[in-house]
């Protein structure tokens, strides 16, 4: 069965330090996302991304993050100047060219420690 | 008001019974829902997705979707110590979802 691929599984980085997480999503999906859960919290989505462009960002997604498909394959999530709050499980998902409506398949996860 | 809005848990229930897990929704444009498993430390699964009103069943899950009242659930039926995760209600519009809080059902033998 096709899978979303992250990498690290793990990443602990000392507060102010850049953070690029990795994703490989499924090779015929267009449509790609990130979310974040925080110990204990809900799922919240990051942004969307469609044609090699943002289609949606949240209120979460400021200045610090970026995202980027570098060679075709590969998606990535930045976060420049990492801060104790963005301590989290970062999912990547990724779906079928109808933009999410018939769900998500979701990667293992990186999980952040900012210390 | 929250978007997406799951009945509190923790939710009990015996090997063999019904659990009924219950979501809200508030966003009347939304298009299509989802019910995801999320096992303690790993990521959201999908396991049923319902796009019109009534009842979809898969195997031992069922969901059901009233858009008037904004009301999805989903059924799970014989209920295995397996079953033992939290399930996070999704609502999907604008081509992106947004997910409840969850509700974590425990099935003791």
């Known amino acids: 069965e096709p899978e979303v691929t992250q990498t690290p599984s793990h990443q602990v980085t000392q507060m102010g330090q850049e953070v690029i997480l990795r994703c490989v999503p499924i090779?015929?999906?267009?449509?790609f996302y990130w979310y974040r859960q925080i110990l204990g919290q809900k799922v919240e989505f990051l942004v969307s991304f469609y044609n090699n462009e943002i289609s949606e960002k949240s209120e979460i997604f400021d200045d610090q993050f970026s995202v980027e498909r570098p060679d075709g394959s590969n998606f990535t999530l930045k976060i420049r100047s990492t801060k104790l709050e963005d301590s989290a499980m970062y999912f990547c998902?990724?779906?079928?060219?109808?933009?999410?409506?018939?769900?998500?398949?979701f990667g293992s996860g990186t999980r952040l420690t900012v210390v | 008001q929250k978007e997406v809005e799951q009945n509190s848990g923790p939710l009990s229930v015996p090997e063999g019974a019904i659990a009924s897990l219950n979501c809200t929704y508030s966003?009347?444009?939304?298009?299509?829902f989802f019910w995801y498993r999320q096992y303690s430390g790993k990521s959201p699964e999908l396991i049923m997705s319902?796009?019109?009103?009534g009842d979809k069943e898969d195997g031992r899950f069922t969901a059901q979707l009233n858009k008037a009242s904004q009301y999805v659930s989903l059924l799970i039926r014989d209920s295995q110590p397996s079953d033992s995760a939290t399930y996070l209600c999704?609502?999907?519009?604008?081509?992106?979802?947004?997910f409840g809080d969850g509700t974590t059902l425990t099935v003791k033998p």
């Open positions: 999704a609502v999907n519009s604008a081509g992106k979802s947004t």
């Open positions: 090779s015929n999906h267009l449509y």
């Open positions: 998902a990724s779906s079928d060219k109808t933009g999410g409506n018939y769900g998500y398949t």
């Open positions: 966003d009347r444009g939304s298009q299509s």
């Open positions: 319902i796009y019109s009103n």
